[in-house]
């Protein structure tokens, strides 16, 4: 139904920012929720951000309030995470997915990107 591809990953120092991008494939973006989770080796995946389908809804997980912005251009079929001030406990890889309905909690996301890695270094 939808084909997700992250990118905008890389290597970079602790108080400093990036953006990941997902671009999504065919012409049904808007009818997704879309959320960002991460997940870093020996450990579950967690829950980032979610946005509604229009954007007007987001949510976060405590530990990126205040730091992290979830965005999307429905007409770009793109959704964005700009990560500020990072720190070394945000080294992970970091997935996009989509979901009928806004969600926290991965089973409820059907279609998943294939990762694009993030390393903070101190």
């Known amino acids: 139904q939808v084909q997700l591809v992250e990118s905008g990953g890389g290597l970079v120092q602790a108080g400093g920012s990036l953006r990941l991008s997902c671009a999504a494939s065919?012409?049904?973006?808007?009818?997704?929720?879309m959320g960002w989770f991460r997940q870093a080796p020996a450990k579950e995946r967690d829950f980032v951000a979610s946005?509604?389908?229009?954007?007007?809804?987001?949510y976060y997980a405590d530990s990126v309030k205040g730091r992290f912005t979830i965005s999307r251009d429905n007409a770009k079929n793109t959704v964005y995470l700009q990560m500020n001030s990072l720190k070394p406990e945000d080294t992970a890889v970091y997935y996009c997915?989509?979901?009928?309905?806004?969600?926290?909690?991965?089973?409820?996301?059907?279609?998943w990107g294939q990762g694009t890695q993030v390393t903070v270094s101190s």
């Open positions: 997915a989509a979901s009928s309905i806004a969600s926290t909690t991965w089973e409820a996301y059907p279609y």
């Open positions: 065919g012409r049904t973006f808007s009818s997704y929720a």
């Open positions: 946005i509604s389908r229009g954007g007007g809804i987001t």
